[in-house]
């Protein structure tokens, strides 16, 4: 690779067009979602309080148990079924209908709102490239440009599993609000200037490495949304089947959101599907800093919160496996350690100095 190859200035400054164009199609799709939330029917709601009552836990059936008695004997005794709610949340009840309660207004602001989406990640997407193309190298050499192309990667993931027609949509709203959060901050206060790297990053590991932490984050994010969403959802259940009143915002927006089990399932499957390849970024970063410093591990910021990281989502997947931590206690693990890949990231980055620092911000 030459290291001393000029910056187009005229691609760099296409992909800064492109960066705003794209915040721009992102804010029109954020009032679209919010439109289908507004304006979906609300009449298929409440499906949630009639699933919780249709079946109360003191109807359900005796159990008959043989008891053998002195003599050879055999008495029948009825024992009660004890039904118990898994901590997962995992209730008997429907998932929602979705932001658009189906309701056909409400559902075509949705399918605006996702087209809206679609064009913002391409638009996106061309500002990566062009960004890229404008100094020829990969565009995640400082954290404005792997900011941008984490959003852009995070909406990939997002339209994916909408083509693979999962029922992610209610997900919109929130990801196109901080990938309006997340470009707003890359470009005022994390931009820089499109230019060449220090030798040190002139390396294919730079393609590898971080290319899977993008992804892995990406996908990291996905998980804690859902995360997040599943902790509202069940207190939401929860409340509903010890027969409390939720407020008319919470039956309004969360009756419409999956089952509290269908969103604690969707966030520990990607979680689980993602944390190998986590497992493989922080390898391939022991192996390239093994070529570039000479030593594998040398425990620096980055390092060890990559390592913390790995800790949390793996008490996390330990916790999913163990009974007594299922659920809401297992959630919040999973938030903690996404919490540790977000300081990862600013946080090192920003305000501790390690060995990384020479991507700058």
Not at 121 to 126: H, I, P, R, S
Not at 127 to 142: D, E, F, I, K
Not at 169 to 180: F, H, I, K, S, Y
Not at 320 to 325: D, E, H, I, L, V
Request: with cysteine.
């Amino acid at each position: 690779m030459n290291l001393a190859a000029a910056t187009n200035e005229s691609l760099a400054e296409m992909s800064n067009v492109l960066i705003y164009s794209s915040m721009a199609v992102y804010t029109l799709a954020f009032l679209a979602h919010i439109a289908e939330w507004v304006f979906g029917s609300r009449s298929k709601v409440g499906r949630t309080a009639a699933a919780l009552t249709a079946r109360p836990a003191a109807a359900a059936p005796a159990v008959q148990v043989q008891v053998r008695q002195r003599g050879g004997a055999t008495a029948v005794l009825d024992k009660p079924q004890v039904v118990t709610r898994a901590s997962a949340g995992a209730r008997d009840v429907p998932d929602g209908p979705g932001a658009a309660g189906g309701d056909e207004k409400g559902d075509l602001y949705g399918r605006i709102a996702v087209s809206l989406t679609t064009l913002a990640f391409l638009v996106e997407a061309a500002g990566v490239v062009t960004r890229a193309l404008s100094v020829q190298r990969a565009p995640w050499g400082n954290m404005y440009e792997f900011s941008t192309t984490f959003s852009t990667v995070a909406v990939g993931a997002y339209l994916g599993f909408l083509v693979a027609r999962k029922n992610v949509r209610w997900m919109g709203l929130p990801l196109v609000t901080t990938v309006l959060l997340d470009l707003g901050i890359a470009t005022t206060w994390l931009y820089t200037e499109s230019d060449q790297l220090v030798p040190a990053l002139h390396s294919y590991w730079l393609w590898i490495h971080v290319s899977t932490a993008i992804f892995c984050g990406a996908v990291f994010y996905l998980g804690a949304v859902a995360t997040l969403l599943y902790l509202f959802r069940d207190s939401y259940e929860g409340k509903l089947a010890d027969g409390g009143t939720p407020s008319a915002f919470a039956r309004s927006v969360l009756e419409r959101l999956p089952a509290a089990a269908s969103l604690d399932k969707f966030a520990y499957r990607v979680n689980a599907a993602i944390f190998p390849l986590w497992t493989f970024t922080i390898i391939a970063g022991a192996i390239w800093a093994g070529d570039a410093w000479g030593r594998y591990w040398g425990w620096d910021a980055k390092e060890v919160w990559s390592f913390i990281t790995w800790v949390g989502y793996a008490a996390y997947l330990h916790a999913r496996a163990t009974a007594g931590w299922k659920g809401r206690k297992a959630a919040y693990i999973a938030l903690i350690a996404f919490a540790c890949f977000l300081f990862n990231y600013y946080g090192v980055n920003i305000f501790v100095s390690s060995k990384h620092s020479y991507a700058g911000v």
